[in-house]
Structure formats: structure tokens, C-alpha cells
């Protein structure tokens, strides 16, 4: 009943630090400054197309991915909710025509269902989809930083649910390991000690 103990607690930590695959993801994406023509091209490469009609009873659209724009290159350690700027989504009011909203990140001060919480509508992007590539383009005006580049992070949902980020690394850090590691071990010091012990009937 103790090695069985001991297994279940080993896997759960391991679950805890591998979330589960989603079956759709980015695969690659690529965000290209068109300075003459004062737009940022992007293009989105998913591992299956997207549904862009189906909505669950909560309201929550199969698969949606939204781009966070930053103005700057974000201090490491400091808020990043402080360098957003805008973001583009999806939103199913607009999807019916093949477009997407830029908006900014500070929602209004009466706020409109389309909007979902964020803020103005800075433009509509229309977009294509071909097999598993979405393509679009933004004026670069709402999304380039500082430093005239864009900053940006990337994430993709299934009814609501994060499925990945492109910027987020898939493999536990080292404190990750370190966790894991002194979890195993106290486990096994535990087993070893009880082992140890003599059996009282």
C-alpha cells in the first residue's frame, strides 16, 4: 500500500510539471515590418485549421488565439501589464466577414460586449485562411514600440482554455527540477526509514 502511496504522489508531480497537449497550437509564426507600406504582415501557422464558427454555452470559441503587443522591450522583473499596448483578437461578430480587431489594452469606461474588456477598436484586419496559415495585416501605427520594433507574445485557447505560447518555454526550469528532485528524494527517505522500522501486530 506504501510503494502504491509513494507512485501516485511521484506521478502527480510529474503531471504538475508537464501540462497535457493540446490538440491545437501554433506551430510557427512570423510578424514582418512593412515600413513602406506602414503595416506589420503576420502569418500564423496552426496544427489544425481553426474553428472560427463553433461557440460553446459559455460563449467561448473553440479556437481563438490573441497576440499581446508590447511597447518596449519589458525590464526583466518588472510588471509586464505595464508595457502592453494593444492586442489583436478574434471575436465572432467579426469573424463572419474574415476580419480581426486591433484594440487598445485600457477597456472603456462603458463597456461593450464586442470589446470583450478590452479597449477601443484601433482597426479591423482582414485576414485570410488557407489550410492550417491565417495571414494579416495591422497598421504598424498601433503596434510598433519604442525602439520601432514590435514586441509581442503570443498565445492560443480552446474554449477559453490557454493551450500554448510561443514565448514561454516547454521544459521546466531549474527551480522546476529542483522541486521535483527534493520531492523524489524525501519520498524515498521516508520509504527507506519506515522500512526501517519494526512491525507491531
Given at each position: 500500500?506504501?510503494k502504491?502511496?509513494?507512485?501516485?504522489?511521484?506521478?502527480?508531480m510529474?503531471l504538475?510539471?508537464y501540462?497535457a497537449?493540446a490538440?491545437?497550437?501554433?506551430l510557427?509564426d512570423?510578424?514582418?515590418?512593412?515600413?513602406?507600406?506602414?503595416?506589420?504582415?503576420?502569418s500564423?501557422?496552426?496544427?489544425?485549421?481553426?474553428?472560427?464558427v463553433?461557440?460553446?454555452?459559455?460563449?467561448?470559441?473553440?479556437?481563438?488565439?490573441?497576440?499581446?503587443?508590447?511597447?518596449?522591450?519589458?525590464?526583466p522583473?518588472?510588471?509586464l501589464?505595464g508595457?502592453?499596448?494593444?492586442?489583436?483578437?478574434?471575436t465572432?461578430?467579426?469573424?463572419a466577414?474574415?476580419?480581426?480587431?486591433?484594440q487598445?489594452?485600457v477597456?472603456p469606461?462603458?463597456?461593450d460586449?464586442?470589446l470583450?474588456?478590452w479597449?477601443?477598436?484601433?482597426?479591423?484586419?482582414?485576414?485570410?485562411?488557407?489550410g492550417?496559415?491565417?495571414?494579416?495585416?495591422a497598421?504598424?501605427?498601433?503596434?510598433?514600440g519604442?525602439n520601432?520594433?514590435i514586441?509581442?507574445?503570443?498565445?492560443?485557447?480552446?474554449y477559453?482554455?490557454?493551450?500554448?505560447?510561443?514565448h514561454i518555454?516547454?521544459?521546466?526550469?531549474?527551480?522546476?527540477?529542483a522541486?521535483l528532485?527534493?520531492?523524489?528524494?524525501?519520498?524515498s527517505?521516508?520509504?527507506?526509514?519506515?522500512?526501517?522500522?519494526?512491525?507491531?501486530?
Amino acid at each position: 500500500m506504501k510503494k502504491f502511496i509513494v507512485g501516485i504522489i511521484a506521478v502527480l508531480m510529474l503531471l504538475a510539471c508537464y501540462p497535457a497537449q493540446a490538440s491545437f497550437v501554433i506551430l510557427n509564426d512570423s510578424a514582418d515590418i512593412d515600413s513602406v507600406n506602414g503595416v506589420v504582415n503576420f502569418s500564423l501557422t496552426f496544427s489544425s485549421p481553426p474553428d472560427l464558427v463553433t461557440v460553446d454555452q459559455y460563449g467561448r470559441m473553440a479556437t481563438q488565439f490573441q497576440y499581446f503587443i508590447f511597447t518596449g522591450d519589458p525590464v526583466p522583473g518588472a510588471p509586464l501589464l505595464g508595457y502592453l499596448q494593444t492586442v489583436i483578437r478574434e471575436t465572432p461578430s467579426y469573424l463572419a466577414n474574415h476580419q480581426l480587431l486591433v484594440q487598445s489594452i485600457v477597456p472603456p469606461s462603458n463597456p461593450d460586449p464586442v470589446l470583450g474588456g478590452w479597449g477601443a477598436i484601433l482597426a479591423v484586419a482582414d485576414f485570410t485562411l488557407n489550410g492550417n496559415t491565417l495571414s494579416f495585416s495591422a497598421p504598424s501605427s498601433f503596434l510598433l514600440g519604442v525602439n520601432g520594433e514590435i514586441n509581442y507574445e503570443l498565445f492560443s485557447f480552446e474554449y477559453g482554455t490557454t493551450a500554448s505560447s510561443l514565448h514561454i518555454p516547454p521544459v521546466p526550469e531549474i527551480s522546476t527540477w529542483a522541486m521535483l528532485l527534493l520531492g523524489f528524494v524525501t519520498i524515498s527517505v521516508m520509504s527507506y526509514r519506515r522500512r526501517g522500522q519494526p512491525h507491531i501486530a
